[in-house]
C-alpha cells in the first residue's frame, strides 16, 4: 500500500501561483511514477502532469505546458506541481497518484490516489 496525502490548495486569482504538495508513505517510493490529475464539478478527471521515477520523463497536458512544473524529492517522498500564471479553468480538485513503474497519462494504470486537494482561481 501506498499512502498519499496532497496539501497546498487554496484559493488565488488569475494570474497568481500555487505550490501544490504530496507526501507519500508506505511502499518503496522510487518503484512508482508519480503524476497529478484533477477534477472540475461536472467534468470527468483529467490528466495534468506525470514524473517518472528518477525524474527523467516527465510529460504536461497541453492545458498546462509552460504554466506548471512537476518535480519530486526522492529523498523525503514527496511529489509537488508549481502552477504559475493560473486561470479560472485550473479551478479543480487536484489528486497526486502513484504507479508502480510505469509512466502514463491515463488514471487507469494509477494504483493508487490521495484524497484530493481543492485549488479555486478567481477572475
Excluded at 518503496?28 to 520523463?57: C, D, H, L
Aim: hydrophobic share 35%.
Amino acid at each position: 500500500q501506498v499512502q498519499l496525502v496532497e496539501s497546498g490548495g487554496g484559493l488565488v486569482q488569475a494570474g497568481g501561483s500555487l505550490r501544490l504538495s504530496c507526501a507519500a508513505s508506505g511502499r518503496t517510493f522510487t518503484n512508482y511514477a508519480m503524476a497529478w490529475f484533477r477534477q472540475a464539478p461536472g467534468k470527468e478527471r483529467e490528466f495534468v502532469a506525470q514524473i517518472s521515477w528518477s525524474g527523467s520523463y516527465i510529460l504536461y497536458a497541453d492545458s498546462v505546458k509552460g504554466r506548471f512544473i512537476i518535480s519530486r524529492d526522492n529523498a523525503k517522498n514527496m511529489v509537488y506541481l508549481q502552477m504559475n500564471s493560473l486561470k479560472p479553468e485550473d479551478t479543480a480538485v487536484y489528486f497526486c497518484a502513484a504507479s508502480y513503474g510505469i509512466s502514463s497519462s491515463y488514471d487507469h494504470e494509477y494504483d493508487y490516489w490521495g484524497q484530493g486537494t481543492q485549488v479555486t482561481v478567481s477572475s
